[in-house]
């Protein structure tokens, strides 16, 4: 009711406030609905039968592959995507996707060697309590241009590295691998949390599965932050500079033994003064006939 006249809003009316044209609001209410919009409504409600019954699981490649096929209309990327925004649809799947990559990656990325008010906790009180574990890029060859990825996985309390792998890249499978040969290699014993960075590697499905098979706590950095995983950085670094910075492998047969020569100094001959002065597997022993 319009409280100026005390009637119904007439058309003049709705013309003004909606500021249009008298001319323009006949030329709509006149026009005829095209034959591609009357083939957009079908489409529409083709979508929005199909994915009712799937829920929502299809995106904009699966309806246009869907519809050309069981539909008597051919349809393009684009056309279905402008149908679709039309129809306020979406696809369900694409943003659960993302959601469940998130929490998985927000389970995953717990740090457990770091609280704001404490720091970083490098040093437990025993050994097999935490480990830490990375890779890392050698070259060699005549040119010096071949690689080999380095995993290695070192013991927080003394630093000894308790075991390394050697393959071509580095995949799920080296760093599962690297594992499985520290356990053996301390008589079965497992730490009880092992820190890695988050690359691909240690937040793939195979690596995760073996860790909670074997009650391993997995304990991950935060995103782009090097120095929570500082142990191995400074392994690296350490292995690099002091020797192989001197030792040139030409073959990846000579380069393994390189590895295998600097690890055993790392453990056996370089003493570190945050150890007492011992080496690693001296202070490793030492705890261990503390422990006995």
Not at 15 to 27: D, F, G, M, N, Q
Request: proline letters at 4%; one cysteine or more; glycine letters at 6%.
């Amino acid at each position: 009711m319009n409280p100026d006249s005390g009637k119904p809003y007439g058309i003049s009316d709705a013309c003004r406030i909606l500021e249009i044209s008298r001319s323009a609001y006949y030329k709509w209410t006149h026009r005829k609905v095209t034959a591609h919009e009357l083939e957009n409504q079908a489409i529409l409600a083709y979508i929005i039968e199909l994915e009712e019954k799937n829920h929502y699981i299809f995106g904009v490649k699966r309806l246009m592959t869907y519809i050309n096929a069981e539909t008597p209309y051919h349809v393009s990327h684009g056309r279905v995507r402008r149908i679709m925004r039309q129809g306020h649809i979406q696809a369900s799947i694409r943003v659960a996707k993302h959601d469940r990559k998130a929490e998985k990656k927000e389970f995953l990325l717990t740090n457990k060697l770091y609280t704001a008010d404490v720091g970083h906790a490098f040093h437990p009180i025993a050994p097999n309590k935490v480990w830490v574990t990375d890779c890392s890029e050698l070259t060699y060859g005549k040119d010096n241009k071949q690689k080999l990825r380095l995993s290695a996985v070192k013991d927080l309390y003394d630093h000894s590295v308790i075991a390394w792998f050697v393959a071509p890249t580095e995949t799920a499978k080296l760093v599962t691998d690297t594992i499985k040969v520290a356990v053996k290699n301390n008589n079965g014993a497992k730490p009880e949390i092992l820190h890695s960075d988050q690359g691909s590697s240690y937040t793939s499905g195979v690596y995760n599965t073996y860790l909670v098979g074997e009650g391993i706590d997995h304990s991950m950095s935060r995103p782009g932050t090097p120095g929570d995983n500082s142990p191995m950085e400074s392994l690296w670094s350490h292995l690099k500079v002091e020797r192989f910075a001197f030792e040139y492998a030409l073959s990846e047969i000579e380069m393994m033994k390189n590895i295998e020569a600097a690890i055993n100094w790392y453990n056996d001959e370089r003493r570190q003064e945050t150890l007492n002065g011992m080496t690693p597997m001296e202070y490793r022993n030492h705890a261990v006939k503390e422990i006995a």
